[in-house]
């Protein structure tokens, strides 16, 4: 209930910015649940789009590329 509630505030925000498509990524905490069926077809109802369930290196890459996007400057960078 608590998922389904939330999801239907992130849908009323993405629609209010009318995208082209939506992309639902689930991560550690997607994988691990037990009843990750039921999370899937919330997400599913909810915002009109799969959940794709993401493996952990991929996610580790993910986390990366966004901590990587807030660091100022072009040079190397070491995230830790």
């Not at 993405?14 to 939506?22: K, S, T, W």
């Not at 959940?51 to 890459?61: F, K």
Request: net charge positive; hydrophobic share 50%.
């Amino acid at each position: 209930e608590r998922l389904d509630d939330c999801l239907a505030g992130y849908a009323d925000r993405a629609r209010a910015f009318a995208p082209d498509r939506v992309v639902a990524v689930g991560t550690s905490a997607v994988r691990d649940a037990p009843n990750r069926e039921s999370v899937a077809a919330i997400v599913r109802r909810r915002m009109g789009a799969p959940l794709t369930v993401v493996p952990g290196t991929t996610e580790a890459a993910l986390a990366f590329a966004g901590a990587r996007l807030g660091a100022p400057g072009g040079g190397p960078i070491l995230v830790v």
